[in-house]
């Protein structure tokens, strides 16, 4: 009955280090990433694409160029962003598809949301240097 106990013991043990937040990853998110995340590829592989209007709709659509635009589109993505201020959201952007990586960072002088939400409701998702702010639109928290 020892030995039995013994060798679970030894199972379970193994099993909870593989699940281990610290377990070491081929290629981490970013340099520095800790936690259960740290492993999570976002967009990398896939197509970039350049944030370069701070507009966010146009006539009821995306604008080319919008944060909006490029969170739609389908497909492994990397966002990135050759413009800095405020991004005034007319309504709430949803994360639907998975694999992408928004790289707030590379704005020249910082990316802030505001007016209205933006929900991650898909997986393997970064999302890097970006500012958030509660607005007047749909009130509450400004990432959900």
Not at 34 to 39: D, Q
Not at 75 to 102: K, Q, W
Request: a positive charge.
């Amino acid at each position: 009955m020892k030995f039995a106990s013994s060798t679970l013991l030894t199972v379970s043990a193994a099993a909870l280090a593989s699940f281990s937040p610290t377990s070491a990853c081929n290629v981490p998110a970013f340099p520095g990433a800790i936690g259960f995340g740290k492993c999570a590829s976002g967009g990398r592989g896939g197509t970039v694409h350049v944030v370069s209007t701070l507009d966010d709709l146009c006539n009821g659509s995306p604008c080319d160029g919008s944060l909006r635009a490029a969170i739609a589109a389908s497909g492994p993505r990397m966002l990135v962003f050759n413009i800095s201020g405020y991004i005034d959201l007319t309504d709430e952007i949803n994360i639907n598809e998975p694999n992408i990586t928004i790289a707030g960072q590379t704005s020249p002088n910082g990316i802030t949301l505001r007016g209205s939400r933006l929900k991650v409701k898909a997986s393997n998702v970064i999302v890097r240097g970006m500012r958030f702010r509660a607005g007047d639109g749909s009130g509450g928290d400004s990432v959900w």
